[in-house]
C-alpha cells in the first residue's frame, strides 16, 4: 500500500496560486522530490499534505485514510514537518524543543515517560547536536535551528516526513550535515520521505523519483533522468537548460544557459558538490 495517494487535488488561494489536479503516489521507503520554478505549488502540495489547507476538489489519502478524517493527533503520528524556517516563540532549551516531537504519542496524558526521553535523546545525537542540549533557541544561529527542526521531526517518529526546502540559507557545512543526516534516515526506515526544494541538482542526485510542478499542474513524474531533461525543464521554468550527466554518479545535472542579452537564466543549478553558500 502506498503511504501517500494525491488523487486529482485542486486548492486555489484567493490570489490565484495553488495547484490544479495533482495526482500522484509515494511508496514506503521512497525518497520523492518536489521541483519547480517559484510559485509552482510546491510549498502549497506540503501544506495539503500536512493538513494546513484542505483541497477543494479530488482527496489525499494518508496510510489508505483520507487525511480530512484523521483527527490531527492521529496525523501528526503519521506526518512529520520540516519547515523551510524554524522559529520558536519562546527561549526553549533545545531538549526540550526536541522532546516536543514527542507530544503525538503521549498516551492517557503521560508526559516525559521513559520513552520519550530516550527517542529525543537519539534524535540529537543522530543530528550532532547532543552539545547543545541546554543552549536556548534564540542563541542559535539558522544552521543550528534547522538541526533543531529535523530532530525534533525524527523524534516524531512519524512513517512520513515532509521537507520543506530543508537546505536553504543553510552555509555549505551546514547543507552537508542537513544532506548526511536525512539520507541516513531515510536509508535506515521504510518511511516515506517528500522533499521540496528549488535544487534540481541535488533532488536529481539524491531522489528515487521526482514530480515537477509548474503554474500549479504537473509536468513530469519519473526517476531523474525521466524527468530532468531539456524537454521538460524549458517549459517549465521559461528558459532555455542544458543536461548533463554527473561524471560519478551518472544522474542528470542542470547547466542554465545566458541569454541573449547575456543574463543568466534563473533555473537553479547549483552543483551537489559545491552548492552556493548562504547565511548561517
Known sequence: ????????????????????????????????????????????????????????????????????????????????????????????????????????????????????????????EATGIADLASRRMDELSGGERQLVSIARALAQEAT??????????????????????????????????????????LAAEHCDRLLLLARGAVQALGRPEEVITEAHLAPAYGCPVTVERHPVSGRPRVQGVLNHRGNHSTVSHHSPDAREAGRS
Do not use: C
Not at 496560486?17 to 520523492?32: K, R, S
Not at 483527527?71 to 524556517?85: M, S, W
Not at 522532546?99 to 521513559?114: D, F, K, Q, T, V
Not at 544532506?179 to 541538482?201: A, F, K, M, P, W
Open 160 to 201: 512520513i516526513l515532509l521537507l520543506d526546502e530543508p537546505t536553504a540559507h543553510l552555509d555549505l557545512r551546514h547543507q552537508g550535515i542537513v544532506l548526511e543526516i536525512l539520507l541516513r534516515h531515510h536509508q535506515r526506515g521504510r518511511g516515506t520521505t517528500i522533499l521540496v526544494s528549488h535544487d534540481l541538482n
Open 1 to 124: 500500500m502506498n503511504t501517500v495517494e494525491v488523487e486529482n487535488v485542486t486548492f486555489r488561494y484567493r490570489t490565484g496560486q495553488g495547484v490544479d489536479e495533482v495526482t500522484f503516489q509515494a511508496a514506503p521507503g521512497e525518497l520523492l522530490g518536489i521541483v519547480g520554478p517559484n510559485s509552482a505549488g510546491k510549498s502549497t502540495l506540503l501544506r495539503l499534505l500536512s493538513k494546513v489547507v484542505a483541497p477543494q476538489r479530488g482527496r489525499i489519502l494518508i496510510q489508505g485514510r483520507e487525511i480530512g478524517a484523521l483527527p490531527r493527533l492521529a496525523l501528526a503520528q503519521r506526518v512529520a514537518v520540516v519547515p523551510q524556517e524554524f522559529h520558536v516563540a519562546f527561549p526553549f532549551r533545545v531538549a526540550e524543543v526536541v522532546l516536543m516531537g514527542r507530544y503525538p504519542h503521549a498516551g492517557g496524558g503521560a508526559w516525559e515517560s521513559h520513552r520519550d526521553r530516550a527517542v529525543a535523546q537519539a534524535a540529537l
